[in-house]
């Protein structure tokens, strides 16, 4: 029974999870537009500092090699892999956000994402390399001294609760007149300019608040398997995250989370636990790849606004003479793409 | 010094596979208007078409690569028709167009390596004794990549300037619908350019495992940050650009490993890369209304 109650609780927990990442893409590619190639580049810098914040000092004579090591309380290191993960996508955002095509923008992120993996994987010093980091303390593991399966379940809370307030503020955010700036931008980046929107503020704030928020779910991630290498982080993740959030249907957050449940959870999780063929061990994760990659392109052809659409701004009711132009402007230029 | 021209030498051969893949990329990208992120895989699909017509159908190896070359091309082809150009038609903004061609290449990459497996494969002639000339030291190999790519660019050159086809790349290249309102049969110039865009794709491939000599299905996808770099530096669409492009990532990232591990070649590309979009987004040849 407990084994069950732990299974469940484990997927659960990758629900949470998905849902997490698919909030911050949504945000950078749902509300702005920002073709974010190299989501699971954050999800890795948020783990791998919350990571090392966590840990103790290296051990010498274990051949682990990391940086810091502070032996922080865990809401600090949720903190600092947050705000680790916002300040690599600053970095990133400074150079793809210029004005550029998105083209380009799409080639910077996927490239940047690479050099990250490239210096993590190829720098013992920093994360331990492609060995990566092991034995990250668990919140509450301490404490609360329960047997694995019960703990899944307390550790599912603590995702739910953090699940819900990412969430929350993500609705919030879409509601505000920042999320219906990022909107409009994504419609037509010149329009909202020439209303005087400061474009590439509010993409840059997209940029670091979708960034944060995969950060987050990055943290969970190191926080739930303890563990956390080059391998786990490659360019076939962050479509796991592309496919829910273009399958549930992109710019609003209930699509993120059927994409999360439908994607990562019930196809890519539960394939995880199908027998591997031991002659080829490569076999089921390279299926999965394609799957997933070939889901996203029948998405787009058949249903491309997702399981459950964008509801679109209502702009004929709202009376020119009320709003102010700007606001009105962007109601309308939310409403021209769909 | 002798090193320093060594090196030089070798950046020479990089620099040349770089230009046969860059140039391909760079076609496609100027025609049809988006950009291909699957073309990694249409490198890999270079490599083992060859790597197959050599050792299960025991071609000579020339004859084999040249096999794989066409392969590619008509791969490129039949991708087009059966995926991309149903989006284009059906009017697809190229913002989607991207995350189409994203996923197309976990998809192929992936097939890739179910069908011929996560293994480093070689090339009979890739390994050899390195030839001197000079201050140079080169493997036959390096030597027959650079010759073809000189002969490829050189025959790229007269396809562009000389042929009705390569006219009417380059109008289609400038103005899509200026170009089909004069006449011409955009549709069958768009599959012209894929089959050429894949055959350059392979080529670039096979000359890119000769240079690496082992070679497996993701190395060419790990070489495509590199060929955007020299892509967008030359100036999107703008074939010269790009081979200028591609001489200059190619000796810069080869005489970087004089100075630092050659681990981080690609994060090389990348800065060329950045400088290129933070100092002159158009390219150094600049095309007008693509950046």
């Known amino acids: 029974m ?98 550029l095509r998105s083209d380009y923008l799409a080639i910077v992120t996927l490239a940047a994402g690479s050099i990250v ?58 509601k505000s007149p920042l999320g219906r700036t990022m909107r409009a931008i994504r419609e037509d980046l010149e329009v909202a300019e020439a209303y005087g929107k400061r474009t590439f503020r509010v993409r840059m704030s997209a940029m670091v608040i979708g960034s944060i928020y995969v950060g987050i779910g990055g943290v969970l991630t190191i926080w739930f398997v303890t563990s956390l290498a080059p391998a786990g982080w490659g360019t076939g993740e962050t479509f796991v995250v592309w496919a829910a959030l273009i399958v549930g249907g992109r710019g609003n ?11 990562a959870v019930l196809f890519n999780e539960a394939t995880r636990f199908l027998p591997a063929i031991s002659s080829l061990p490569n076999l089921i994760p390279e299926i999965r790849n394609i799957c997933i990659g070939g889901l996203v392109i029948l998405t787009l052809w058949f249903r491309p606004q997702g399981v459950v659409a964008e509801r679109k701004a209502r702009f004929f009711v709202v009376p020119l003479q009320h709003g102010t132009v700007a606001g009105s402007a962007a109601a309308e230029v939310a409403v021209s793409g769909d | 010094m002798s090193l320093f021209l060594l090196t030089l030498g070798f950046g020479v051969v990089t620099a040349s596979v770089l230009a046969l893949a860059s140039v391909g990329l760079s076609l496609q990208f100027g025609v049809t208007n988006y950009v291909n992120f699957a073309y990694g895989a249409y490198l890999a699909f270079g490599m083992f078409f060859t790597y197959t017509a050599n050792t299960a159908l025991h071609l000579p190896f020339w ?69 001197r000339l000079g201050p140079f030291s080169f493997t036959a190999a390096q030597l027959a990549i650079v010759v073809i790519a000189v002969m490829t660019l050189v025959a790229m050159h007269l396809l562009l300037t000389r042929t009705a086809l390569g006219r009417a790349m380059r109008a289609m290249s400038d103005n899509p619908s200026l170009a089909r309102a004069s006449g011409i049969d955009t549709h069958r110039v768009t599959l012209w350019t894929w089959f050429i865009s894949g055959s350059l794709a392979g ?40 081979m200028v492009g591609a001489l200059i990532i190619g000796l810069a990232v080869n005489l970087s490993g004089l100075v630092i591990s050659s681990a981080y070649d690609l994060d090389v590309a990348f800065v060329f890369l950045v400088l290129a979009l933070l100092l002159r987004p158009q390219g150094l040849i600049a095309a007008r209304g693509k950046a």
């Open chain 1, 2 to 99: 407990g084994v069950v109650i732990g299974y469940i609780a484990t997927l659960g927990v990758y629900f949470c999870i998905y849902n997490i990442f698919a909030f911050g893409l949504n945000i950078q590619f749902g509300y702005t537009g920002i073709l974010d190639f190299t989501v699971i580049t954050f999800m890795a810098v948020g783990g791998y500092l919350a990571g090392v914040a966590a840990l103790g000092p290296e051990q010498p004579g274990t051949d682990i090699y990391y940086v810091l090591g502070l032996s922080l309380p865990w809401p600090v290191a949720l903190l600092i892999g947050a705000a680790a993960a916002g300040a690599v996508g600053y970095l990133i955002g400074l150079i793809a956000l210029r004005r």
């Open chain 2, 63 to 131: 004859l084999a690569a040249a096999v794989g070359v066409v392969a590619t091309g008509l791969v490129a082809v039949l991708i087009n028709i059966a995926i991309l150009e149903p989006f284009v038609r059906r009017g697809t903004s190229g913002f989607f167009l991207l995350i189409v061609t994203f996923g197309l290449s976990l998809v192929l990459l992936n097939a890739i390596q179910a069908i011929w497996g996560v293994g480093f494969d070689q090339f009979p002639i890739a390994a050899g004794s390195p030839i």
């Open chain 1, 253 to 263: 957050n209930l699509g993120a989370v059927v994409g999360s449940f439908l994607v």
């Open chain 2, 203 to 242: 080529l670039g491939g096979i000359t890119l495992a000769l240079n690496t000599v082992e070679f497996q299905a993701f190395t060419g996808n790990t070489f495509l940050f590199v060929i955007f770099g020299a892509v967008i530096l030359g100036g999107i669409g703008q074939i010269y650009g790009a």
């Open chain 1, 117 to 174: 993996y490239g210096i993590v994987g190829n720098d013992t010093r920093l994360f331990d390399g492609f060995e990566g980091l092991v034995g990250v303390p668990q919140p509450l593991s301490g404490v609360l001294n329960l047997n694995p399966n019960d703990y899944t379940v307390v550790f599912l809370a603590l995702c739910a609760v953090i699940m819900a307030v990412c969430w929350f503020l993500a609705n919030r955010l879409y």
